[in-house]
């Protein structure tokens, strides 16, 4: 292609007044061809505005690189998303709805896009990171703030060592170096590596959640703890063979809440014995219960896969799945009863079509339930749905508010910077223990300390040490969010604080006077 048709493409995106993917990719076949007169691929485009801004020929203008940016809604919410799939392994429970493929992690399927993206990595850490992290490079995003999601069978179930080996892998990918010899050395190297890890997640059961092993995911760097809770409904759980009950997951939550993990919920409607009118009242479940009112939540629709036990139920006419009208209905009522303090992340999973025997299969479930809940004046207060994403700001307009709630061992302060519209820019989630939580439930470290358990600023990812006038991300909200928590437990007789850092994040709490400890960054206040 040449330098001409690229010049000419950038002036009729500039010239667009809304621009659609399909409206772009009409622009790309229209002014942009190789040698042979055949359509650049839009990986290519993109690499090509960024080495032309780089040796000068053209200004960087972030509006148009945002422009010609594929899935641009991937780092909107301020860093990229980093999701690998760990090595097939032994799950310790016998869910009656939970596929198992040969060669994969318990419950995923070969044909799903991580699986596949795992498998030509040979479930290697190392390679699947980079490899992800070379995708949305080509794509046009910023990854020096890296959320690092590792998804598969039970975290918690598999061997010690692999875990130590699997996270130190995916860290050396980050740090583009030598291979660390530690866990340790890789963490150390990380906080100032060109791509820091922001955020680290795993997947595991409430069952498995004890002391040892909450300090064992601290050590480990994990920020944010994903557990499948499914239902709040002890006849439920066994009914679907789950193995844990609804006192496992409270317990659970609680001592992950009291160590600063971010809580991060799965639930499931349409489980056997379900109805639509008893999934909303489960759904509703999640927030009435003061134990469990989790930060985020993932809903996964049960779907019906051939090969399990749910299977044959259905075709014993025991189970049925809903239909897209009561899959919708059901959603759309459980939505609206979403606190601000909740961000849903996904509404449906990603199971390929072709698996699914009977029930919904429609990917854009959640742009359909938003519509039908517009339709009757409801309106979702989730974060999601709240976030300011693209939208330039006037930073002087923001207000603060604090939502606050009780859960059974913390009182929680949800700080939010909102525009004059109720949008989103940022929030920080403080946690005050309450003086008759049990000592031994309370990491040694954070004992009569206020906890951070999160500091988000929305917008799209910029660079470190990059600011874009207009943007929530680099406008020092989070310095004023932080110190607004540090008051407000100074007022509720805190006198330290502490912060569960993600690695990559412990030098800017350093800027803010924090101090590394043994597994989180503190303070006096």
């Given at each position: 292609?040449?330098?001409?048709?690229?010049?000419?493409?950038?002036?009729?995106?500039?010239?667009?007044?809304?621009?659609?993917?399909?409206?772009?990719?009409?622009?790309?076949?229209?002014?942009?061809?190789?040698?042979?007169?055949?359509?650049?691929?839009?990986?290519?485009?993109?690499?090509?505005?960024?080495?032309?801004?780089?040796?000068?020929?053209?200004?960087?203008?972030?509006?148009?690189?945002?422009?010609?940016?594929?899935?641009?809604?991937?780092?909107?919410?301020?860093?990229?998303?980093?999701?690998?799939?760990?090595?097939?392994?032994?799950?310790?429970?016998?869910?009656?709805?939970?596929?198992?493929?040969?060669?994969?992690?318990?419950?995923?399927?070969?044909?799903?896009?991580?699986?596949?993206?795992?498998?030509?990595?040979?479930?290697?850490?190392?390679?699947?990171?980079?490899?992800?992290?070379?995708?949305?490079?080509?794509?046009?995003?910023?990854?020096?703030?890296?959320?690092?999601?590792?998804?598969?069978?039970?975290?918690?179930?598999?061997?010690?060592?692999?875990?130590?080996?699997?996270?130190?892998?995916?860290?050396?990918?980050?740090?583009?170096?030598a291979a660390a010899k530690t866990l340790e050395e890789a963490q150390k190297r990380n906080e100032s590596a060109r791509h820091r890890c922001v955020g680290m997640v795993i997947e595991t059961r409430p069952d498995y959640i004890n002391m040892d092993e909450v300090r064992r995911l601290r050590w480990l760097g994990m920020t944010k703890i994903q557990l499948g809770a499914q239902s709040t409904d002890d006849k439920i759980l066994a009914m679907n063979r789950r193995g844990h009950t609804i006192e496992d997951t409270r317990r659970a939550v609680r001592l992950l809440r009291l160590a600063g993990f971010k809580l991060h919920l799965h639930w499931m409607p349409n489980l056997y014995g379900a109805?639509?009118?008893?999934?909303?009242?489960?759904?509703?479940?999640?927030?009435?219960?003061?134990?469990?009112?989790?930060?985020?939540?993932?809903?996964?629709?049960?779907?019906?896969?051939?090969?399990?036990?749910?299977?044959?139920?259905?075709?014993?006419?025991?189970?049925?799945?809903?239909?897209?009208?009561?899959?919708?209905?059901?959603?759309?009522?459980?939505?609206?009863?979403?606190?601000?303090?909740?961000?849903?992340?996904?509404?449906?999973?990603?199971?390929?079509?072709?698996?699914?025997?009977?029930?919904?299969?429609?990917?854009?479930?959640?742009?359909?339930?938003?519509?039908?809940?517009?339709?009757?004046?409801?309106?979702?207060?989730?974060?999601?749905?709240?976030?300011?994403?693209?939208?330039?700001?006037?930073?002087?307009?923001?207000?603060?508010?604090?939502?606050?709630?009780?859960?059974?061992?913390?009182?929680?302060?949800?700080?939010?910077?909102?525009?004059?519209?109720?949008?989103?820019?940022?929030?920080?989630?403080?946690?005050?223990?309450?003086?008759?939580?049990?000592?031994?439930?309370?990491?040694?470290?954070?004992?009569?300390?206020?906890?951070?358990?999160?500091?988000?600023?929305?917008?799209?990812?910029?660079?470190?040490?990059?600011?874009?006038?207009?943007?929530?991300?680099?406008?020092?909200?989070?310095?004023?969010?932080?110190?607004?928590?540090?008051?407000?437990?100074?007022?509720?007789?805190?006198?330290?604080?502490?912060?569960?850092?993600?690695?990559?994040?412990?030098?800017?709490?350093?800027?803010?006077?924090?101090?590394?400890?043994?597994?989180?960054?503190?303070?006096?206040?």
């Amino acid at each position: 292609m040449e330098t001409s048709q690229l010049l000419t493409f950038f002036d009729a995106v500039r010239a667009a007044e809304k621009l659609t993917p399909t409206q772009l990719n009409a622009l790309m076949v229209k002014h942009v061809h190789d040698a042979d007169g055949n359509s650049v691929a839009q990986t290519k485009i993109v690499a090509a505005y960024k080495e032309l801004t780089a040796q000068g020929v053209i200004p960087f203008e972030r509006e148009l690189f945002e422009r010609l940016r594929m899935k641009p809604t991937r780092t909107i919410s301020g860093v990229a998303p980093v999701a690998v799939l760990t090595g097939p392994y032994p799950c310790p429970a016998d869910c009656i709805f939970c596929p198992e493929a040969k060669g994969v992690p318990r419950s995923y399927l070969p044909d799903e896009p991580a699986v596949q993206r795992a498998r030509r990595a040979h479930f290697d850490p190392y390679k699947s990171t980079k490899a992800r992290m070379d995708t949305l490079a080509a794509m046009g995003h910023p990854i020096d703030k890296i959320e690092l999601l590792i998804i598969g069978a039970t975290w918690s179930a598999y061997p010690k060592k692999y875990q130590e080996w699997y996270v130190r892998r995916c860290l050396d990918a980050m740090n583009e170096g030598a291979a660390a010899k530690t866990l340790e050395e890789a963490q150390k190297r990380n906080e100032s590596a060109r791509h820091r890890c922001v955020g680290m997640v795993i997947e595991t059961r409430p069952d498995y959640i004890n002391m040892d092993e909450v300090r064992r995911l601290r050590w480990l760097g994990m920020t944010k703890i994903q557990l499948g809770a499914q239902s709040t409904d002890d006849k439920i759980l066994a009914m679907n063979r789950r193995g844990h009950t609804i006192e496992d997951t409270r317990r659970a939550v609680r001592l992950l809440r009291l160590a600063g993990f971010k809580l991060h919920l799965h639930w499931m409607p349409n489980l056997y014995g379900a109805t639509p009118e008893s999934d909303v009242r489960d759904f509703q479940n999640l927030w009435n219960d003061v134990a469990l009112r989790p930060d985020e939540l993932k809903i996964y629709p049960c779907m019906l896969i051939e090969g399990t036990d749910l299977y044959k139920l259905w075709q014993e006419g025991k189970y049925r799945p809903y239909t897209d009208a009561e899959l919708i209905e059901t959603l759309a009522q459980a939505k609206r009863f979403t606190p601000p303090y909740c961000r849903i992340n996904r509404v449906i999973r990603d199971i390929p079509a072709q698996y699914i025997v009977e029930g919904s299969t429609q990917s854009h479930l959640r742009v359909v339930v938003q519509q039908e809940m517009k339709k009757r004046g409801w309106q979702c207060q989730c974060i999601r749905c709240r976030e300011v994403r693209n939208e330039k700001l006037e930073i002087e307009k923001l207000e603060i508010q604090d939502y606050q709630y009780e859960t059974d061992a913390t009182t929680e302060h949800f700080l939010q910077y909102v525009t004059p519209t109720g949008r989103l820019a940022g929030f920080l989630r403080l946690s005050l223990p309450r003086a008759d939580v049990p000592r031994e439930e309370i990491l040694e470290e954070l004992r009569g300390c206020a906890v951070v358990r999160e500091l988000h600023i929305y917008g799209p990812a910029l660079e470190l040490g990059v600011s874009d006038s207009g943007k929530a991300q680099h406008s020092g909200l989070g310095r004023h969010l932080a110190e607004h928590a540090m008051q407000l437990a100074r007022a509720a007789g805190f006198k330290r604080m502490a912060v569960i850092s993600a690695i990559g994040t412990r030098e800017y709490y350093r800027r803010l006077g924090f101090e590394l400890g043994e597994l989180y960054v503190a303070r006096d206040i």
